[in-house]
């Protein structure tokens, strides 16, 4: 437990930089926005009360990016949880289980749009060409 | 590497310390407590070299996608390479001189290593342009979304690989009748830090071993591997999920068995056996599921970026490359109107197997308005790339459908 929590800070300290270093942002395909009226400007997460014990609970071995590219149910959000406790030697969350999918369900669900095979070109940036 | 930030014992000099915690806007209270020569992400050279347009989608570890148009090169320059990193890269320092290679397992008559002076002086050197593709690439275009990296189209690269033949070095060492797959192993750092733990240890069938094209190699594009991408040695294998060139390669077992090394397993890198609906549960069993072997048919349009605007009367000269797995492209088409009329693209042969082949096309549209161009490759066996995203799978694996671009014509 005590490995974990040197690692824990040296991960906190790692990712601020990482944050510093590129703006996170949302994969330029992605459908989905948050639904959060604010974001963490270090991870690019949403802000809300419990977005502190998501930091530290899920940003000491992975990138944020990680959380950022996904929407999930509850249920799979607590399988990948599962799946890292599995292969990844993530730690019992204990009481923060509750908390980290509370937040993750709510800021990170899928979109309820249709589903498509192609969907339309998004986002395109115009510009003249020259050649 | 980054020797200026840490002291003689691997801790970092108080004005690093210093420097991040203005960075931070704290103080770096645990920072005795940090591993030695553990290099903080702010000083992290992952990004060193590469395009500024590269995108990140994971920083920890680095994962790096490139956009379509930054591909137009044939062989693509190693600041427009993707990045898929499944661990951490080695943080000890690397002397390349006193790296080693050893062959081993079951199926080998003897345990062997090799300095890479040892490799360069005993076997004849090859130079191949090879394309190394993500098995992942394009998964964003699953729905329902699937677990890992959301690769748009950009997790793929055909560089110029030098090294020597591993059919030559296997022949060296001896193998046994029983050999029937080999799997690398390298040195980088599991994300837990727990030394103990393996990153990713993959391989191929020994009959994919053997090809001409497999090679170890030390060199990309006529210099040294860049550390991001497995200096001082790796594994390259052309055609197959990139995820079986193992970076920062100290290590091939040949086994007589299929390789279970980290990542062979459950859905890594594999499809399910029999295809399922989207989004549909299966058991991680191997009867349920078969390992990806040769990657699909597949093209791009990287000439020009999406979004040109034409004026009317002006043709189009478009351009890109295609490539097919194992196999070579027999043939490109595009289409201007949605896939209902196609016409047929100018095509090269490869430099050399498992190489991409550069295409291209002049197009000219009937009237003003907004267009989609679209390209679809078709290989030797007759396939075709789709234009509807393929079958869903659970690890969001072998989107190959057609590639598109929008185009005003004012």
């Known amino acids: 437990m005590k490995t974990n929590i040197v690692f824990f800070c040296a991960a906190v300290v790692a990712f601020c930089f990482a944050a510093i270093r590129r703006e996170p942002s949302a994969h330029p395909s992605a459908t989905l926005t948050a639904v959060a009226d604010s974001i963490d400007k270090e991870t690019g997460l949403a802000l809300d009360p419990n977005f502190m014990i998501v930091k530290a609970q899920c940003t000491s071995c992975h990138s944020p990016k990680l959380i950022l590219q996904h929407r999930f149910t509850r249920d799979e959000w607590l399988s990948k949880i599962r799946w890292m406790q599995r292969n990844h030697k993530l730690w019992d969350l204990g009481e923060s289980e509750k908390t980290v999918l509370d937040y993750l369900a709510k800021h990170y669900a899928p979109s309820q749009s249709a589903y498509s095979r192609r969907e339309a070109l998004r986002n395109v940036k115009w510009y003249k060409l020259e050649k | ?410």
């Open chain 2, 1 to 410: 590497m980054n020797s200026h930030i840490h002291n003689r014992r691997g801790f970092l000099k108080k004005s690093a310390l210093t420097t991040l915690a203005g960075m931070v806007g704290t103080e770096i209270v645990f920072a005795k407590n940090m591993p030695p020569h553990h290099v903080p992400l702010a000083f992290d050279e992952g990004l060193a070299g590469k395009h500024p347009d590269m995108v990140v989608l994971s920083d920890k570890p680095w994962n790096v996608e490139t956009p379509p148009h930054l591909l137009d090169d044939a062989i693509t320059p190693v600041e427009r390479m993707f990045i898929r990193n499944n661990g951490l890269i080695p943080e000890e320092k690397i002397d390349p001189s006193a790296w080693t290679l050893t062959i081993k397992g079951e199926s080998v008559k003897q345990t062997k290593t090799y300095k890479i002076s040892d490799l360069k002086a005993k076997f004849k050197t090859y130079t191949y342009q090879l394309v190394l593709e993500c098995g992942g690439n394009g998964r964003s275009g699953y729905v329902p979304q699937t677990s890992g990296n959301q690769w748009d189209q950009g997790a793929v690269s055909c560089a110029e690989w030098t090294g020597v033949r591993l059919k030559d070095i296997l022949n060296d060492v001896g193998l046994k009748d029983d050999a029937v797959y080999i799997g690398y192993y390298g040195k980088d750092l599991h994300p837990s830090r727990d030394p103990s733990k393996v990153v990713i240890s993959r391989g191929v069938p020994i009959k994919k071993a053997l090809e001409e094209e497999t090679l170890i190699a030390w060199a990309l594009n006529g210099k040294d591997l860049p550390l991001m991408h497995g200096f001082p040695l790796r594994l390259v294998v052309g055609g197959w999920p990139a995820s079986v060139s193992g970076k920062w390669l100290h290590t091939i077992a040949v086994r007589n068995k299929e390789h279970d090394g980290a990542k062979m397993d459950g859905h890594s890198y594999r499809v399910p056996r029999q295809t399922v609906m989207p989004g549909e549960k299966l058991a991680e069993t191997p009867e349920n599921f078969r390992i990806i072997e040769s990657m699909p048919v597949k093209s791009l349009i990287t000439f020009p970026k999406t979004g040109a605007m034409l004026d009317a009367g002006k043709s189009l000269a478009l351009r890109g490359h295609a490539w097919a797995g194992d196999v070579a492209v027999k043939e490109v088409m595009t289409s201007i109107d949605y896939g209902s009329t196609w016409q047929k693209a100018t095509l090269n042969a490869a430099k050399n197997r498992l190489a991409w082949q550069q295409w291209s096309a002049q197009l000219s549209f009937p009237q003003k308005g907004y267009y989609e161009v679209w390209a679809r490759a078709i290989d030797t066996n007759g396939v075709s790339q789709p234009m509807v995203i393929p079958a869903w799978n659970p690890g969001g694996y072998l989107n190959n459908a057609c590639h598109r671009i929008a185009v005003k014509v004012v």
